[in-house]
């Protein structure tokens, strides 16, 4: 009869190997009508189906969507190889907001309703458009901004009526917009004026405020990747200009009061941030760890900052990018030398690789990774793939119901539990 310990060691050697990288199946999503579509990327979720700007030689840049068994062409902006290219894709009102052009008018807002595409408004009249960007939805309203003839400012749209928001600055200017809801306000990066810059500010009823000039005077800090951590915002700014002309960058939080950056700890080296993401409670990101570490996995935990792993060891890089949190793993884009740019996976302890997609050197460049309906998507080999989860065996599911029987020491409940695994 096996002893207690060696009954642990079996339970935790089977829980571990079920979160291995052999626990997934990544797979080329078929093209069963062979439209031939490509560059698939700005994944969306509308009426229960992935919903996607796809590229084909005969339609271009258009909307295509995957039901799960078929990829198909939804809305051709655009007839013929030019295409209409499609934009920020959100669901608002059960309709899918997008921008997109139609040969003639410029960048404009499109609206899908399930069936065809039409224009909300020509917001800039003529072939310039106003080009919206960063739409979100917030209090029953879509907000964006976009260019008119006053230049770039903030909109909100009900589902009926187009408003343009103007600061209280001479300027009027507001650009690059993108936000979080934080403490029943919304957090938005904005520019009000060219004394400030690109900063944070807050809107609240149609009236946007300045919250904090994070790189003081007329520099711009650029507030991105905004994300909620322990009732602060996390996100990264830029703060300044190094001696070498480098622009200097890194994380902050704001507590609804004020914003502080997150300090550089004496024994760690390391600068800048890009890809701020939560998975188990901390904010994982890419930063320059130096020039023995390279650009690579590190963690914040509310306090400190640590490096999490070296995947590209010594000087060389392997730059994560695209964190995606699916089955309770952190999955990312990396770099190594033996396998070029690939998929790769984080479980909490340590590092994989998920698969060599394209084998060599050169790598799949997976990009874009998107969660629908159980499976993980993304583009790689420029062509739409994903990834499964493979069911676990009888015997990983032996190991969970030993763990619980284990805590209880019952030998009759091990007996059963043994038994059930056949």
């Not at 002893?3 to 190997?17: C, E, G, I, Y």
């Not at 189906?49 to 969507?65: D, I, N």
């Not at 990312?332 to 590092?351: I, N, Y």
Request: some cysteine.
């Amino acid at each position: 009869m096996r002893t207690f310990s060696t009954l642990v060691s079996t339970v935790l050697l089977v829980l571990n190997s079920a979160h291995a990288a052999d626990r997934y199946h990544v797979s080329v999503v078929p093209d069963t009508l062979g439209i031939g579509v490509t560059n698939p990327i700005n994944f969306v979720q509308f009426q229960g189906e992935l919903y996607f700007r796809g590229q084909t030689s005969a339609h271009g840049a258009e909307l295509f969507k995957y039901d799960g068994s078929t990829l198909r062409l939804v809305a051709d902006n655009v007839p013929g190889p030019r295409g209409g290219n499609i934009f920020d894709p959100i669901v608002f009102q059960d309709s899918l907001y997008f921008t997109s052009w139609n040969g003639f008018s410029g960048y404009e807002l499109f609206k899908f309703d399930g069936s065809s595409a039409t224009m909300v408004a020509d917001i800039y009249p003529g072939e310039i458009g106003s080009a919206p960007d960063g739409m979100l939805e917030y209090q029953g309203k879509l907000l964006f901004s976009a260019l008119d003839p006053s230049g770039r400012s903030m909109y909100s749209y009900d589902g009926l009526t187009l408003t343009p928001i103007r600061g209280a600055s001479p300027v009027e200017n507001w650009f690059n917009f993108s936000g979080i809801r934080f403490g029943g306000r919304l957090l938005v990066t904005a520019q009000g004026d060219a004394s400030t810059g690109v900063e944070l500010y807050e809107y609240n009823d149609d009236s946007i405020t300045l919250v904090d000039d994070v790189w003081p005077g007329n520099g711009s800090s650029e507030p991105r990747s905004f994300l909620e951590l322990n009732g602060k915002v996390v996100f990264a700014a830029t703060y300044g200009v190094s001696g070498d002309g480098q622009f200097e960058y890194g994380l902050f939080d704001y507590d609804g009061v004020s914003v502080e950056q997150v300090p550089h700890d004496a024994g760690l080296s390391w600068s800048g941030a890009n890809w701020p993401t939560e998975f188990n409670n901390n904010v994982y990101f890419t930063a320059d760890g130096g020039p023995s570490v390279g650009f690579e996995l590190f963690k914040y935990d509310g306090n400190v900052v640590t490096l999490v792993a070296d995947i590209a060891s010594g000087f060389q890089s392997s730059n994560p990018s695209d964190f995606t949190v699916f089955d309770g793993n952190l999955f990312f884009t990396a770099s190594r030398s033996d396998v070029g740019s690939e998929l790769f996976m984080f479980d909490g302890q340590t590092v994989s690789l998920v698969k060599d997609i394209r084998t060599g050197r050169q790598g799949s460049m997976p990009s874009f990774l998107f969660e629908f309906d159980g499976e993980l998507y993304f583009k790689a080999n420029n062509v739409l793939m994903r990834v499964s989860v493979i069911p676990e065996p009888r015997s990983a599911a032996l190991g969970t119901v030993l763990l619980a029987c284990i805590a209880f020491s019952s030998r009759r409940c091990i007996k059963a539990a043994r038994f059930k695994a056949y």
